[in-house]
């Protein structure tokens, strides 16, 4: 689906430096504004309708690239008001003329199955959604963009970038038990901040590594952009080639890393055997506190989220599994369970992941986005706390301003939805 670029421009440069000088055919560097082709451009029901209207006062009749075009519903999916619905209709008349992919009702999150069937090593890929950074994860250049930037990626198949200055994030050690990679994003997020790394590449590297797979690599990039990033990446290895072998992939496989003599804006330094899980309290991504602190003492849980494109893969629900086989959920807490694509939810089906979750009681619903968004799946109360393995937890993100939503891993979550309140997993592990 996707055009190959291969080649080396210049010496001492990051990945993104690499991917952003191949896509525009010369050397470029950090803080230059360039012009570069993009390989692969996609909206959801949120942004799509205002990226084909967009398009269509471009005067444009075709997309530059039918096969490099695509479209999700996901967000409000299915949806829950006839302006959804009608949103919905449009997309698909859109999409059907021009001949571009359509993933309709229960395909799934867009950033997944972007992952698992699109997005390769050296891709430039936009997005009208902030979290495409998730594609960084396979050692792709994934940035989310408005609707017009993104009609006229649409339309000219280029567009315009400022290439990103770089923090390498170097992990050491390996993860304790109960604690996943979520931890290690939240723990990243709040030493950076939520504005401390405004438009800059989050880079990670390491010896650590070797152990995380892309969907670990996944959750850690899909959430680069609450500290401001223009996006997280990872450089393309083993893990990525053993990914894409499992998705049919191998041959869009190549290794990509940046060079030693490459320069950083910034180098940090983060050993995950010291990490301990942790929870992003409301109404502050970067709001980052241990579980086992004084602040989250004997908090109250009243819904419990398990899914989203940040921990709703097969890998998440695995691991929450393990922990509630068994078990019932705590009186009084709703517990909702959503894969991230259809690929999930059928691995999820086959090897009984599902009727764990059904017999602890928790709803399973389609897959798609969920509450995540607030539009529908699971709108919490006035004063209910909401304890969630999502991305953001902004005041009204999940559609109720008068609400409170932390975020945390997926162990995490399964522990609380026992407790009925917020607690420590390595308590169960």
Request: aromatic share 8%.
């Amino acid at each position: 689906m996707f055009r190959e670029r291969k080649g080396k421009f210049g010496l001492g440069k990051t990945i993104v430096e690499k991917i952003l000088s191949e896509h525009s055919g010369r050397d470029v560097h950090a803080g230059e504004f360039i012009v570069a082709d993009i390989d692969l451009v996609f909206a959801q029901d949120g942004t799509a309708p205002l990226a084909i209207d967009a398009f269509n006062q471009l005067g444009k009749r075709k997309l530059f690239s039918p096969e490099h075009s695509a479209f999700f519903i996901d967000h409000a999916s299915p949806p829950a008001r006839r302006e959804l619905a009608n949103d919905h209709v449009k997309i698909r008349k859109f999409a059907n003329e021009h001949l571009a992919a359509l993933f309709d009702i229960g395909e799934g999150v867009c950033h997944q199955v972007m992952t698992e069937k699109f997005t390769c090593p050296g891709n430039v890929l936009i997005g009208a959604d902030s979290h495409t950074v998730t594609g960084g994860a396979v050692g792709a250049f994934a940035v989310g963009m408005g609707s017009t930037d993104v009609a006229a990626g649409l339309a000219y198949g280029r567009n315009w970038f400022r290439v990103p200055e770089t923090f390498k994030i170097r992990l050491s050690g390996a993860f304790e038990k109960g604690v996943f990679p979520k931890d290690l994003i939240l723990h990243v997020i709040g030493m950076l901040g939520a504005d401390g790394a405004n438009y800059k590449c989050l880079e990670f590297a390491g010896e650590s590594l070797k152990g995380m797979s892309v969907s670990d690599r996944m959750t850690v990039a899909n959430m680069t952009v609450e500290a401001g990033a223009k996006c997280g990446i990872f450089p393309s290895d083993e893990q990525t080639l053993s990914f894409l072998k499992e998705h049919g992939r191998e041959d869009k496989f190549r290794k990509l890393e940046s060079d030693r003599d490459a320069e950083y804006e910034k180098e940090i330094e983060v050993d995950l055997s010291v990490l301990k899980p942790v929870v992003s309290l409301p109404h502050r991504v970067d709001k980052v506190f241990p579980v086992d602190g004084d602040e989250l003492e004997n908090i109250r849980i009243h819904q419990v989220f398990i899914g989203s494109c940040t921990n709703g893969r097969i890998e998440d629900l695995r691991v929450a599994a393990s922990i509630v086989r068994g078990k019932k959920k705590s009186r009084g807490v709703r517990v909702i369970v959503i894969p991230a694509s259809r690929l999930t939810f059928e691995q999820a089906l086959d090897e009984g992941i599902l009727k764990i979750f059904n017999d602890f009681g928790a709803s399973i619903n389609n897959p798609g986005c969920g509450p995540c968004c607030g539009v529908h799946q699971g709108v919490p109360g006035d004063g209910e706390n909401v304890l969630s393995t999502s991305n953001r937890n902004f005041k009204g993100r999940m559609g109720n301003p008068e609400a409170f939503v932390y975020l945390c891993s997926p162990a995490t979550a399964a522990v609380s939805a026992m407790t009925g309140k917020i607690t420590d997993p390595r308590k169960i592990l």
